[in-house]
């Protein structure tokens, strides 16, 4: 140790640059060793057990839930407004947001069974920040399709909504206030990050779900779901309460900026009450 020290206290004396070589093959060796931890951790998730065990049930959970997310966005979609190319255009882009929203469930389900296996945390991170980085590089990728498409479906519900569309009580009122959230969502410009981020969300939800069996399972999801709720809630009359001449109210973006960050604190405190929990003394046995 002491004939590094020296060296050490020799070379300091040489100036900036010497210090500069050194810092930069200390950062080379640093961030090497963290490739190949990352690497190690990313094959021990995906080893052959794991995809029989996790990522096959994962795809399962992901084809069943996109029946449940097509249902409601074929409702979502004003069909006898549209002509042919907007209908194709409608199509498509409907084809693949629904593709980006069952990433969701599957990525909780994929965190729930590789906590079940009892495969590292570190692990578990790693494969999640994969995930959030595959379905961000995809919307980046694809997000200014989807907006050209939205855009076509704008231009034409836009015209073929009659003058008496905004009424209250009128049949196309539903759709003249979805024409104009269609718009300010094709001024969000966040999309790509915001729903990466909901992703560590359902990921949190994942690995909290874990640890139950049984009927606690869906207990615990139930209580999840009614927890950022009620989160969701206070916040809500919260600004409601100490901004009432705020007007008008929040963008879409913004609005749900605010739902995945609450799905995201509720996710964190729920996993720090676990920890808490476990590390309790009145739940270790009596000495």
Same mark, same amino acid.
């Given at each position: 140790?002491?004939?590094?020290?020296?060296?050490?206290?020799?070379?300091?004396?040489?100036?900036?640059?010497?210090?500069?070589?050194?810092?930069?093959?200390?950062?080379?060796?640093?961030?090497?060793?963290?490739?190949?931890?990352?690497?190690?951790?990313?094959?021990?998730?995906?080893?052959?057990?794991?995809?029989?065990? =996790?990522? #096959?049930?994962? *795809?399962?959970?992901?084809?069943?839930?996109?029946?449940?997310?097509? &249902?409601?966005?074929?409702?979502?979609?004003?069909?006898?407004?549209?002509?042919?190319?907007?209908?194709?255009?409608? #199509?498509?882009?409907? %084809?693949?947001?629904?593709?980006?929203?069952?990433?969701?469930?599957?990525?909780?389900?994929?965190?729930?069974?590789?906590?079940?296996?009892?495969?590292?945390?570190?692990?578990?991170?790693?494969?999640?920040?994969?995930?959030?980085?595959?379905?961000?590089?995809?919307? #980046?990728?694809?997000?200014?399709?989807?907006?050209?498409?939205?855009?076509?479906?704008?231009?034409? %519900?836009?015209?073929?909504?009659?003058?008496?569309?905004?009424?209250?009580?009128?049949?196309?009122?539903?759709?003249?206030?979805?024409? $104009?959230? !269609?718009? $300010?969502?094709?001024?969000?410009?966040?999309?790509?990050?915001?729903?990466?981020?909901?992703? =560590?969300? &359902?990921?949190?939800?994942?690995?909290?779900?874990?640890?139950?069996?049984?009927?606690?399972?869906?207990?615990? !999801?139930?209580?999840?779901? =009614?927890?950022? &709720?009620? =989160?969701?809630?206070?916040?809500?009359?919260?600004?409601?309460?100490?901004?009432?001449?705020?007007?008008?109210?929040?963008?879409?973006?913004?609005?749900?900026?605010?739902?995945?960050?609450?799905?995201?604190?509720?996710?964190? *405190? &729920?996993?720090?009450?676990?920890?808490?929990?476990?590390?309790?003394?009145?739940?270790?046995?009596?000495?």
């Amino acid at each position: 140790m002491s004939p590094a020290v020296a060296d050490l206290q020799a070379e300091s004396s040489q100036g900036w640059r010497p210090r500069c070589r050194h810092y930069v093959g200390l950062s080379l060796v640093f961030g090497w060793a963290l490739v190949v931890d990352l690497r190690a951790d990313v094959i021990a998730a995906f080893d052959v057990d794991a995809r029989r065990t =996790v990522w #096959l049930r994962a *795809v399962c959970w992901y084809l069943a839930a996109l029946v449940p997310i097509a &249902w409601m966005q074929d409702g979502n979609v004003p069909w006898h407004l549209l002509d042919a190319a907007a209908r194709h255009a409608a #199509l498509v882009s409907s %084809v693949l947001t629904i593709a980006f929203a069952a990433t969701a469930p599957a990525t909780a389900v994929a965190v729930f069974y590789l906590r079940r296996r009892g495969v590292q945390i570190r692990s578990i991170a790693a494969v999640t920040v994969l995930i959030v980085a595959a379905t961000t590089a995809c919307w #980046l990728a694809l997000g200014p399709y989807i907006d050209s498409l939205s855009m076509q479906i704008y231009q034409r %519900v836009d015209s073929a909504l009659p003058t008496t569309a905004r009424e209250v009580g009128n049949a196309d009122y539903r759709w003249s206030i979805w024409l $104009d959230l !269609l718009g $300010d969502s094709l001024r969000d410009t966040g999309t790509p990050w915001r729903d990466g981020v909901s992703l =560590v969300g &359902w990921a949190l939800l994942g690995f909290v779900l874990a640890k139950d069996r049984g009927w606690r399972v869906p207990a615990r !999801l139930a209580a999840f779901f =009614v927890a950022t &709720w009620l =989160v969701w809630l206070v916040l809500v009359f919260g600004v409601l309460l100490f901004s009432v001449n705020s007007w008008p109210p929040p963008s879409t973006a913004a609005q749900r900026w605010r739902d995945v960050l609450v799905m995201l604190a509720t996710g964190l *405190v &729920w996993l720090l009450l676990e920890q808490g929990r476990k590390e309790s003394p009145g739940d270790s046995p009596a000495a």
